[in-house]
């Protein structure tokens, strides 16, 4: 009997069909009893021979040209494909609802053949009234170029676990015993076991104990530890948990090595034990290898937290040096890299590695863990997206993130913020200190939530619930330690030494420098700037030094730049130094610092005003240095960026400028603007007559910033100040017209028309000032700063005085406040309307302290306006009753207040003060934050000699913490 042609073609394109599949490493078999359109069962593999646990069916088509007989071509004429068509759906629909995905494969005839492929699914099958078909593409073939898409197509079917109920299902058979570490770092919920359940009468598996870890529940852990067990024929009860109590380096399970490793980092901050059991497992025989990836990633977490990123690389490579990692495990530590590679300021490795990450990845979305590193890996490739000419894949990297793991982790942080909210509402009803009790429950799911998201590899996603936890913790440890404080200055002579103080100072330090590694820069800006106000100062500065020490990194360069911003003055003088040259240094060669450290925000908008704040802290050696770096920038710079060089500037010393004042001189003179004028008043206060010549001819011939460079108005010239004075009366009454008009634009008129008025009373022209300050549709912003001038003048011409009382007498205190409509789009200042009336005598002491008292109790918006009624009363702190309240409010809480108080009793205090005013101006100057010591200092610089305590005071703050306050003092400017 003779065989068919068409038998023999079909067998021979089935056998070439299993060749091509096994030149890929996949594992082919012949479905020969029961071919029922399945020719093929193919066992898959990845590229490192790695079974992925899926199959996939093939109907391979050979052996007739009918199958090649309907082209598809393109606009060029050339073959795109071949339409398979098949006369009923019969077929196609077996196909495409097996349980397995389904390719077809047409291979052509004769001795070169070549099998071409399509994954056949619902939405490529084309019906055409008479039967289906389906369109193979001419570029399918079943080669390594194709590899990737065979490998989508063969994982499309592997099946997403159910999750719901997974709560009450949890433990370490949960999932398959190579997968149960790894869930137990990351899918803690899958793991741990439920204490409704079982409550704690449970003796825990290492997994589930590293799952109570992971999952934010390390009570839960003290309370199975607690537990006892009455062991038959005895009568002592025994501990239910032993092995996790004694968990630690030599326990003969690996797994409790893999718990003591992970319990001492996460809840004493040491990673030593971490890194010596990665070690020690990767150089082990006939460990499994899903143990190594699993101490490798602890290990390098823990060291990426400290930013150890060289060590941490160095681990995560010992754990791929066999590669015999299983898939999963490979990815997770190829994302772990790709962190550590995005660190060390490599974004080309770090893209490599993780889209290598997430090919693999995406073949076991069946996995919950897999999906969670699959997200981290997507973020890395997010993160860095366009950073090396890639980066059109950003919608596939986005929807990576929405897995089971994040709705979870959302779960817990919205568990702990109820648990804060529910602490709040309560210490509200209380009156007591929002954040003065904190729930250790909430702040331990915050830490499981961000130690999970770290150890998948996902720093943005860690970064949340870190935040979160850390703005609780300053809060609380900020109001802790000023309660340490006040018990520690109250027992101080009893021959105690309290430290509770030191505690809290060292824990609000740790999450200043938590906040600057994670790259929070807007948090720590914001924590910043209140602790340098009221203290403790100290963390700053420490948390600092450790942030210079770092070399500059895409993560954490503008939260190294925020916190130099906010505290650089505390700096100590050599490490402002080595702070202040590693800004410079980039701004002397940015592209240079783009293209190693690819940052985020532009270097000479934020960098100068680190500068700023650094340079006051800083050795003449780097003042020299800022000056060159202007002085070149100066002929070479856009003019646009003369704010970013008047920003470097304005902190450069005078005397130090003065001492290259032929070369300033020329580049201040060679230009125009606030820059040029600045340079040229730091040359005149250093004698240099000719820069002060060129400043007062421009000032004469109405140049505006070099009447602000001169600072007082009495150094103009009797022209240039009628020049001023007419143009300030046009602005002010074009003011006035507009604002009648509805229309607001911001100026500084009034103010500089009341200044002008006050330095040259011949020339003065006040009733544009009286008109502007008294009409309620003038918008508040265009009069507060000149009500604030007008309250703290002294030499306010009698008339004038007179006038503006009268007013305020007939009208009320708050005559010059706006409109209601302008009051709550711009803010009132009815607070700066009563401390004028206090000023000018239109209110008597009792009015005064009243008001005082009732703006004391409203909300802290209400008592920072009181501040403005207590510097006004520095005109009466004279009258006992005012200076008794005066000394009493330089304890308020809020520093605004102590400010306030303090400074009216400098202004008003005559010689021979009481002790206790004394010692009230005393106790402000030794404050432990800086804007307290900052107001006593400027305004002992600008009141003269008046009581015995003044030297005692500036002594006390020429040695204080923030070279701006030991500057304000020195400097009878106070320009800092």
């Not at 079943?142 to 009450?168: E, H, R």
């Not at 962190?339 to 290598?356: G, H, T």
């Not at 860690?462 to 609380?476: G, K, S, V, Y």
């Not at 009500?787 to 002294?794: D, F, H, S």
Request: proline content about 4%; hydrophobic content about 45%.
């Amino acid at each position: 009997m003779r065989a068919s042609r068409q038998e023999q073609t079909g067998g021979a394109g089935v056998s070439h069909v299993k060749e091509k599949f096994q030149d890929i490493n996949w594992g082919p078999i012949e479905n020969t009893e029961h071919d029922l359109g399945v020719d093929l069962f193919v066992q898959v593999r990845d590229e490192r021979r790695f079974d992925r646990g899926a199959l996939v069916g093939v109907q391979v088509k050979a052996g007739d040209a009918k199958y090649f007989a309907s082209p598809a071509r393109n606009e060029a004429g050339e073959v795109t494909g071949w339409w398979y068509y098949e006369p009923d759906a019969e077929h196609f629909d077996d196909w495409v609802q097996h349980g397995l995905p389904h390719l077809l494969v047409l291979v052509t005839d004769g001795p070169g053949r070549t099998a071409y492929w399509v994954h056949v699914t619902t939405d490529k099958i084309a019906r055409t009234g008479m039967g289906c078909k389906i369109l193979v593409s001419a570029s399918q073939r079943i080669d390594w170029d194709n590899f990737d898409a065979l490998m989508t197509a063969a994982t499309s079917a592997k099946a997403s676990p159910d999750l719901q109920g997974s709560l009450y299902r949890a433990g370490p058979n949960a999932v398959p015993p190579a997968r149960a570490l790894r869930h137990a770092l990351l899918a803690p919920r899958l793991i741990a076991p439920s204490a409704g359940r079982t409550g704690y009468d449970k003796t825990l598996s290492p997994e589930e104990a590293i799952a109570l870890i992971t999952g934010g529940r390390t009570q839960d852990l003290v309370r199975y530890t607690r537990k006892r067990n009455i062991v038959a024929g005895t009568t002592s009860p025994a501990v239910l948990n032993r092995d996790m109590v004694k968990a630690s380096e030599t326990s003969k399970d690996w797994r409790w090595r893999l718990f003591n490793a992970l319990r001492a980092f996460a809840l004493d901050g040491d990673t030593e034990p971490a890194v010596r059991l990665a070690a020690a497992t990767a150089a082990a025989e006939n460990v499994p290898v899903e143990r190594r990836a699993a101490a490798a990633v602890v290990a390098a977490t823990a060291l990426m937290d400290l930013e150890r990123w060289d060590q941490a690389a160095e681990v995560l490579a010992g754990a791929e040096a066999r590669d015999d990692l299983l898939p999963v495990d490979h990815g997770w530590v190829l994302t772990h890299r790709a962190q550590v590679f995005v660190e060390q300021n490599d974004i080309a490795q770090a893209r490599v590695l993780a889209a290598e990450a997430l090919k693999t990845l995406s073949r076991d979305l069946d996995d919950v863990t897999a999906r969670a590193i699959r997200a981290a890996a997507a973020a890395v490739l997010l993160s860095t997206s366009g950073l090396d000419g890639e980066g059109d894949e950003q919608q596939e990297y986005v929807t990576s993130f929405d897995t089971a793991v994040s709705w979870w982790r959302s779960g817990e942080v919205a568990a702990a913020l109820d648990s804060y909210d529910d602490i709040s509402f309560d210490s509200w009803s209380r009156s007591a200190d929002i954040g003065a009790e904190l729930s250790e429950e909430s702040q331990e799911r915050l830490s499981g939530a961000w130690l999970a998201a770290y150890l998948s590899g996902n720093r943005a996603a860690a970064t949340w619930p870190l935040t979160i936890r850390l703005r609780h913790e300053l809060q609380h440890q900020e109001i802790g330690w000023r309660d340490a404080r006040c018990d520690e200055d109250t027992y101080s002579g009893a021959g105690t030494a309290p430290t509770a103080s030191g505690a809290a100072a060292r824990r609000i330090e740790a999450a200043l420098d938590a906040l600057r590694r994670h790259g929070q820069h807007e948090d720590l800006k914001v924590a910043v700037a209140r602790l340098w106000a009221v203290g403790p100062a100290e963390p700053i500065r420490a948390a600092l030094r450790r942030s210079v020490d770092q070399m500059w990194r895409r993560s954490t360069a503008r939260a190294h730049i925020a916190l130099l911003a906010g505290g650089g003055d505390l700096l100590e003088p050599e490490t402002a130094d080595k702070a202040a040259h590693g800004c410079l240094e980039v701004l002397a060669d940015v592209p240079v610092f783009r293209q190693r450290v690819r940052p985020t925000f532009m270097e000479w908008h934020f960098i100068p005003k680190a500068l700023r704040t650094v340079l006051p802290a800083a050795t003449d050696t780097l003042h020299v240095e800022a000056l060159e770096l202007l002085l070149a920038r100066m002929k070479a710079d856009h003019p646009d960026r003369e704010a970013d060089l008047h920003a470097l500037a304005v902190n450069i010393r005078s005397d130090v400028a003065a001492r290259q004042r032929d070369r300033v001189r020329r580049a201040a003179v060679a230009q125009e603007g606030y820059l040029s004028a600045l340079l040229l008043k730091k040359l005149s206060s250093e004698g240099d007559t000719e820069a002060l010549v060129e400043l007062r001819s421009r000032a004469d011939a109405g140049n505006h910033e070099a009447v602000v460079a001169l600072g007082a108005p009495v150094d103009l010239g009797e022209l240039a100040a009628r020049t001023l004075i007419g143009r300030d009366v046009e602005q002010c009454r074009r003011l006035v017209a507009d604002a009648r008009r509805g229309s607001f634009a911001p100026t500084a008129a009034v103010r500089n028309l009341l200044v002008m008025n006050l330095a040259f009373p011949d020339l003065a022209d006040w009733d544009p000032v009286i008109e502007a300050l008294f009409d309620p549709l003038v918008a508040p912003p265009a009069k507060a700063d000149a009500v604030r001038i007008l309250t703290a003048a002294i030499h306010v011409p009698d008339h004038i005085r007179a006038q503006v009382r009268q007013r305020l007498t007939a009208r009320g205190p708050h005559a010059i406040a706006s409109t209601p409509f302008l009051s709550a789009r711009f803010g009132d200042i009815a607070a700066e309307s009563f401390a004028l009336a206090v000023a000018v005598g239109a209110v008597d002491n009792a009015w005064a302290l009243r008001q005082v008292l009732t703006w004391l109790r409203g909300s802290a918006a209400r008592r920072r306006g009181a501040s403005e009624i207590v510097m006004a009363l520095s005109a009466r702190a004279e009258s006992p009753t005012i200076q008794g309240a005066l000394v009493m409010l330089t304890g308020d809480s809020q520093h605004q207040i102590r400010s306030a108080a303090t400074a009216a009793l400098i202004r008003g205090t005559a010689p021979g003060a009481h002790p206790e005013v004394e010692q009230a101006i005393l106790a402000a100057a030794s404050e432990e934050g800086c804007a307290v010591p900052f107001t006593v200092a400027r305004v002992l610089a600008r009141t003269e000699e008046a009581w015995t305590g003044r030297s005692h005071v500036r002594d006390l703050l020429s040695s204080h913490i923030s070279a701006r306050v030991r500057g304000a003092v020195a400097d009878t400017s106070a320009s800092t």
